[in-house]
């Protein structure tokens, strides 16, 4: 059972808060909620422990952006990041999260640099195709049931549409939700939320319902360019760190 120490607390408030942030409209922050809880309790506990946090600010979120989102991509998306959840349900004794974590990171990478340097992406935007889609949007679930951190994949199959900011952010923000709730029978079946109080969560819900708030905010005022550049550098951040997490892994 986790420890309600001041220190624990302290750091799932403001988990917590970030789970909020990315429920408003910010998704890349909401990928370090995770390895911010776990540096004071078990990975997979932290993860099981945010799943509720997550639900409950998808509600806001949901209602928040009811009208800012892509039918296409979620049409295309939802199924596919569904599939994902299953599969990592039905293989979660088998899959290692830094593994998965590493291979996500490096395409990560390599989407930045062709971002930032790949003459084809200062073209026209891409559409939203389905095979791509597919792609994607199971690697987006599975990471999501993983470890929560499926922003980065669902990032590189829709930052190259060249959505509004709203839409980007609402349809994130959706999907997400769907795929939150998804996952609540496997963890249970599984019994990741044996580990900790529940009432523990109703500390931290508070946090993440007044960061959706906040986060839905900050996308307003956010200019378009300097959103995006954010989304891309939070990304490569994110990315490099999980390689760096695979690479310490083997060094051990």
């Known amino acids: 059972m986790i420890e309600h120490t001041p220190l624990v607390i302290a750091i799932a408030v403001v988990a917590a808060f970030l789970v909020g942030l990315s429920k408003g409209g910010l998704p890349m922050v909401g990928t370090i909620s995770v390895p911010l809880l776990a540096l004071v ?10 799943l509720p946090i997550y639900v409950a600010s998808d509600m806001v979120g949901l209602y928040l ?5 892509s039918r296409r991509n979620l049409v295309i998306l939802t199924p596919a990041a569904l599939f994902g959840v299953f599969l990592g349900w039905l293989f ?8 998965i974590g590493a291979l996500v990171g490096l395409v990560g990478v390599l989407f930045c640099l062709n971002i930032w340097f790949g003459a084809r992406y200062r073209k026209a935007a891409r559409e939203a195709d389905v095979p791509g889609g597919l792609f994607w949007g199971t ?14 994949p669902y990032q590189m199959y829709v930052l190259p549409q060249r959505l509004e900011k709203m839409t980007f952010a609402g349809t994130s923000t959706i999907l997400f939700a769907i795929v939150n ?20 969560v109703l500390w931290l ?3 993440a319902i007044i960061g959706t708030i906040a986060g839905r905010r900050l996308t307003l005022v956010i200019p378009d360019g300097l959103f995006f550049k954010i989304v891309q550098f939070t990304l490569m951040i994110l990315s490099i760190k999980l ?9 051990r």
């Open 41 to 50: 309790i078990s990975p997979v506990t932290a993860a099981a422990l945010l």
């Open 65 to 69: 952006y009811r009208k800012d989102f």
């Open 92 to 99: 979660s004794a088998h899959l290692s999260a830094v593994v």
């Open 139 to 152: 690697l987006t679930g599975l990471t999501s049931f993983v470890s929560h951190s499926g922003a980065p």
């Open 181 to 200: 709730v998804a996952k609540i029978f496997p963890y249970w079946q599984l019994q990741q939320f044996s580990n900790y109080d529940t009432s523990l």
């Open 205 to 207: 819900a508070p946090a």
């Open 243 to 251: 390689i760096a997490d695979y690479v310490i892994t083997l060094v």
